[in-house]
């Protein structure tokens, strides 16, 4: 029985964003975002990914089904549930068995230890409660389950009735669990509580605890370290905060703190510097902007603006940050100074020519382009390809592959869901030489992209090979209703190299073009200067 | 002398929204926006708002100028700057002079207590630095001035050399300052440190002491709490954590943790329920829209989403509230999702039928409905509107307003950047009379939308007061490229209420259609419930 290996009290992280971070507002993820956010959090070397409740939700189910195909290396699948109905068995109740069908060796069961949960809203005994954790965790360990009891509402349950409270842990750990889990469920609790009542579990029944907090109080974070302090060793929490209400602890930050500022390792050595680009993949898969004022791996953690800091930092970096941005793979910024940007133009300019220098004129040219384009809403810091681009339009080493005759798109609503919707039109020019062609597609912007590329393969049969792997959607000033600014940005591969480009306009059609314009650019430049080379 | 009164031995808030938090990312405050701000900080009734640095710059100096006259109730203002310069005399240092002109009664300095700060980044002596603080503390104090010393890289400091650190303080104290402020200026510091050194600086000077975090760690709340519980008086913030890189100390959560966690008070009896209210204020004044997620005050902090939940709040809310919402003035709300469930369903039936059944085979219906649609990419729990639309679709009290004869949309390249890049065209018809009507706009959406309000408002005048205050979207399975889904989310007002309406289909024209009729339709049928009733 895989699972039955691993050891509870040495220190390790648990990541709900699929499962508790899903109940955050504006959270919706598909079966794909949950199998990228697994990948990215396996990546960080997190040891137990809790996936979803298989008996409440098809969604999560399906997820479990096809994860059986990741190959995680470090990260462990847990799939959650509750405690058995009360006047059941736990063999027969369907939410317990539908735990099963996950198929994951490691579970977590939540149950009660709140008397007045007990009584007031699950309208059971506080006998039959405890029986109701016992049962249940007994036959999912009978069934082979490596199970994790997530002890709901402990700190407030242990405030009114601490012999309850205990009660209910003892009736988990009767039943076989491997690690008590102490849930502070209404993120209320004083902060007192969670090393005292963290050590105070663990010498009394001598299992491994794990501390869940959430962001009620704004001591989320801390709350977790100060029980890591007293001998918690499974810490939980999302990886960026995401959760109900304020959110759950934010792992990043707690992991962070543990491996930065106490020394204590709970990822894989090495892992750390990962933290900032995979917090970001995994807000880029959730569609939520990552906080720029998020701890360690927010875009503002090592800002500075301009003045004593700037000039104290670039004196000693130590003066004025905590930790090197790196160790975390975040970076420092300037605010408000072009430092930066600058630092980014010349190392692209010397791709070019390498003898370029700090203060040449066509540095400050691109760097005050680039800041005007900027302020109009394009972002090249997830556009590469773009901003080459862009780079090489303004030092003359860019000529364009095809010129534009017109472009028409006649749009309709469908007259079945399976007719198309859209139609395009476009005639371009390569070389003197005409070319009209045409496409339907889902939408405009899939006409338009069908009919671009069936144009252009008949110069440049390489665009054949150009997929469109990504295709994302910003409205800018969102309070100018359908007239707002629209950033679009889109990732294309060709099997081989991966590039991003970007386009804004008020216009989605125009934006669209512009991205997919420099991407096929980008490409055929690519072809285009090989050739010259080879 | 006014202000000499002040007992710093007595808990209280110090808020520097104006001073440290105008360094965040993203803020500019006029005058006009700093007199707002003091105003609603007074009548929340912090005892000192930390106002600017007269010698550093003219807006700070004009701002106190004109604050003479703003008649705070609670609130004292203070002027911040550095210690005098090295090799100077305080009574000649321009920017210590300048602390003067603004005229209050107290004053905050802020100097170095971090040996290596002083001979790395101030390039002076130890001893000499010791003289800045001692010589410009006493020169403010002789001008009659109350004087916060402000203890720069304090934590950092002490951990390095706490005999220079402490000396740092021994020369403030010795020049006279009323309070002796700790400051973790790196937010880096250790969590064990904030309570142990404010006790041990309290023991040693005899001072009144006070705590000022950073949130790099996340730790900037708990720290300030550590640092009270050990006895420091005077905690410093800002109200809604804004300041450089990841903010400083979240003021409005430390001032709800004090009042309603500890039972301490830090602001006047009664205040504490006005929190929710004066923070929206700060953030509206501000330009920064106030997080969702933030604790006690944001939108969320007492959102409910989870079924379970929701089902636990409605029989007793103390069962998954820390504090009643309405003790820091918030409000709890319950979120629409697939796992918000029934009861949600029910309690929205329940305005149409306040009979139905918890186990009614509509409300099992409806539930089923939404279900299915939430795996289509619907998301309900940002619309409302839409919500409601397809509850009534579901128990027949639903009618359309009209019926779509067909709309046709063409687009093509702007020729000009100003002329128009789409042209709508629509036949509608409403009760048997059919209308055509066009019109053209930035792009496909926005022409439709033009045409569609032209059409409608000839048979209900009513549309031409919904105005869409926001509009968004988001690429649901974004690999897909052009062909991916996408879901729209349309907030509109009609000047009274606001409503939310979803659409989503892989045409981004289609998606904003079902979220545009939407909208349209459940203003329309709120004016025709009104005619009946009335």
């Given amino acids: 029985m895989a699972g039955k290996g691993f050891d509870f009290s040495r220190l390790h992280a648990f990541d709900s964003t699929l499962r508790d971070g899903a109940q955050g507002e504006g959270i919706s993820f598909s079966v794909q975002d949950k199998l990228g956010i697994a990948r990215a959090l396996d990546e960080l070397g997190v040891d137990f990914i809790e996936a979803g409740n298989p008996g409440s939700n098809a969604k999560d189910l399906e997820f479990f089904r096809v994860a059986k195909h990741l190959r995680l290396n470090t990260a462990k699948l847990v799939a959650f549930g509750s405690t058995r109905r009360k006047e059941t068995r736990a063999a027969d109740d369907a939410n317990v068995r539908s735990l099963l069908l996950a198929d994951?060796?490691?579970?977590?069961?939540?149950?009660?230890?709140?008397?007045?949960?007990v009584t007031e809203i699950l309208k059971a005994s506080l006998e039959e409660n405890l029986a109701m954790i016992r049962d249940t965790v007994e036959f999912l360990v009978s069934e082979g389950k490596t199970v994790i009891y997530d002890a709901e509402h402990f700190f407030d349950g242990y405030a009114e009735?601490?012999?309850?409270?205990?009660?209910?842990?003892?009736?988990?750990?009767?039943?076989?669990?491997?690690?008590?889990?102490?849930?502070?469920?209404?993120?209320?609790?004083?902060?007192?509580?969670?090393?005292?009542?963290?050590?105070?579990?663990?010498?009394?029944?001598?299992?491994?605890?794990?501390i869940h907090c959430h962001n009620d109080t704004g001591l989320a974070v801390a709350g977790s370290l100060l029980a890591v302090d007293a001998g918690a060793t499974q810490v939980q929490g999302t990886l960026l905060g995401f959760g109900e209400r304020t959110g759950n602890a934010n792992l990043s930050s707690i992991i962070a703190n543990l491996e930065l500022k106490r020394g204590?390792?709970?990822?894989?050595?090495?892992?750390?510097?990962?933290l900032t680009r995979l917090c970001r993949t995994v807000a880029e898969i959730s569609n939520i902007p990552l906080d720029d004022g998020m701890p360690?791996?927010?875009?503002?953690?090592?800002?500075?603006?301009?003045?004593?800091?700037?000039?104290?930092?670039?004196?000693?970096?130590?003066?004025?940050?905590?930790i090197p941005p790196e160790s975390v793979g975040n970076e420092r910024t300037f605010l408000m100074s072009e430092v930066a940007g600058r630092t980014m133009v010349l190392e692209r300019l010397r791709r070019f020519d390498p003898a370029v220098g700090k203060d040449s004129p066509i540095a400050a040219k691109v760097v005050s382009v680039m800041k005007e384009r900027e302020l109009e809403g394009f972002q090249y810091e997830g556009a590469d390809a773009s901003f080459e681009l862009l780079v090489r339009k303004n030092i003359g080493k860019y000529r364009p592959f095809f010129g534009l005759g017109y472009f028409k798109i006649i749009a309709e609503q469908a007259r079945d869901p399976d007719s198309p919707r859209a139609f395009a039109q476009i005639k371009i020019s390569v070389e003197g030489e005409e070319h009209i062609s045409a496409a339907e597609g889902d939408g405009p912007v899939h006409a338009l992209d069908g009919a671009l590329r069936d144009a252009l393969v008949r110069f440049y049969p390489a665009v054949a090979r150009i997929r469109l792997t990504d295709y994302k959607v910003r409205v800018l000033d969102s309070g100018s209703g359908t007239a707002a600014k629209v950033r679009v940005l889109i990732e294309s591969t060709d099997g081989e190299e991966i590039w991003s480009t970007v386009g804004v306009s008020t216009d989605l059609i125009e934006s669209s073009w512009m991205a997919l314009v420099d991407s096929f650019e980008y490409r055929l430049l690519r072809d285009a200067e090989s050739r010259v080379i080879g």
């Fill in 161 to 210: 009735n601490p012999e309850y409270a205990m009660a209910s842990l003892r009736a988990a750990a009767d039943g076989g669990a491997s690690s008590l889990v102490l849930c502070d469920t209404n993120g209320g609790a004083p902060l007192e509580a969670f090393g005292s009542l963290s050590s105070l579990v663990l010498s009394e029944f001598g299992v491994p605890v794990g």
């Fill in 104 to 117: 994951t060796d490691f579970v977590a069961i939540f149950g009660k230890s709140w008397d007045f949960h």
């Fill in 296 to 322: 360690f791996v927010g875009s503002h953690a090592f800002a500075h603006k301009a003045g004593m800091h700037i000039d104290a930092v670039t004196k000693n970096s130590r003066s004025c940050e905590h």
């Fill in 264 to 274: 204590l390792r709970c990822i894989p050595e090495g892992r750390i510097a990962s």
